[in-house]
């Protein structure tokens, strides 16, 4: 009789994915903000999904699933970072290019990839508090949620953040290339 | 006049006190063709966040067979099997130890017993020479 009444509870895996979908693909932006691999932000996505999807029978008791999952995210991608940095690893990405050849160059000039690679230059707080903002649009309060951070911190982290791009921007300017 | 009013969006922006309803207002006015020079700097910016929003994971959701769960699932079987055969060999090693002992005890038994019944049967010896003293007292009886 109890077990039967747990059952009942548990979310199916078709209600799981209807309540995940939405914000899936935020999850997967954060994580390869930071890991800038896209082959890790998936390994880093189906992980955090699949750990709730564990927890499916807690899930109701978050008053704030999303929120919930995107501070998994952060986590474990900090946590990711900082074992491959004691591990003395190197990331490996293999969508990044450097942009070598004289095409890409000229498409980095004039084109928007330019500020991705700015903002890999970001710290990590600060990556992720411009992510959430400027990318995906996201309160500040909830910014400050998914960050475990104070609103203010947010806002110091995201005005440097903005900042550090703009001067990288007017550095390009006025020397013609970056 | 609206060139001031995108300049003091932009400080707000920059001073990351713009409200998401500015903050729209300036996505918008540079997603539009009608970007003042002086702002033209900062279009790419813009530009860079709206197509990174369109970014997707391409991976399917896979959700059964948890392969960290049944990772663990088989390292905790193995612990399992261990615990047993260590509890199960020791049982195995308590239960001929027992039995050594209660062999060792069974022939001290025995051999006390062959003691003891090696000194009853002297003792009847003994009495073999008793009787032989009965029979001569009887005799001397008679006589008298």
Request: proline share 2%; hydrophobic share 40%.
């Amino acid at each position: 009789m109890v077990t039967l009444a747990i059952e009942q509870r548990q979310m199916t895996q078709s209600e799981f994915i209807r309540v995940v979908m939405p914000f899936k693909d935020k999850l997967y932006r954060l994580a390869k903000r930071l890991l800038v691999s896209s082959a890790e932000a998936e390994d880093a996505t189906q992980e955090i999904l699949m750990k709730l999807w564990a927890r499916k029978s807690m899930m109701e008791s978050y008053k704030n699933v999303e929120a919930f999952a995107m501070t998994m995210t952060k986590n474990y991608c900090l946590d990711r970072l900082k074992s491959k940095q004691s591990g003395n690893l190197k990331l490996v990405h293999t969508n990044y290019d450097s942009g070598t050849s004289l095409q890409k160059q000229m498409e980095a000039i004039d084109s928007v990839s330019w500020i991705e690679k700015i903002m890999l230059e970001l710290p990590e707080q600060q990556k992720m508090v411009l992510q959430l903002r400027d990318i995906e649009a996201y309160e500040y309060e909830e910014i400050a949620e998914h960050l475990e951070m104070s609103p203010t911190a947010v806002r110091v982290a995201l005005s440097r953040a903005r900042k550090a791009v703009r001067d990288k921007l007017v550095q390009k300017h006025n020397y013609g290339i970056g | 006049m609206e060139l001031d009013n995108i300049s003091g969006l932009l400080e707000k922006y920059f001073e990351a006190t713009a409200t998401a309803a500015e903050e729209r207002e300036l996505r918008d006015y540079f997603s539009g063709e009608r970007v003042a020079p002086q702002f033209e700097i900062y279009r790419p910016m813009f530009k860079y966040f709206s197509e990174a929003k369109d970014e997707r994971s391409s991976r399917k959701l896979l959700l059964k067979k948890h392969p960290g769960y049944v990772r663990w699932l088989s390292v905790a079987a193995a612990a399992v099997v261990i615990v047993m055969i260590y509890l199960g060999n020791s049982y195995q090693e308590n239960r001929e130890m027992e039995q050594q002992k209660a062999e060792y005890a069974y022939q001290e038994t025995r051999k006390a017993l062959r003691l003891l019944a090696q000194n009853l049967d002297r003792g009847a010896d003994k009495m073999a020479y008793l009787n032989e003293f009965e029979a001569t007292k009887e005799k001397i009886y008679k006589s008298n």
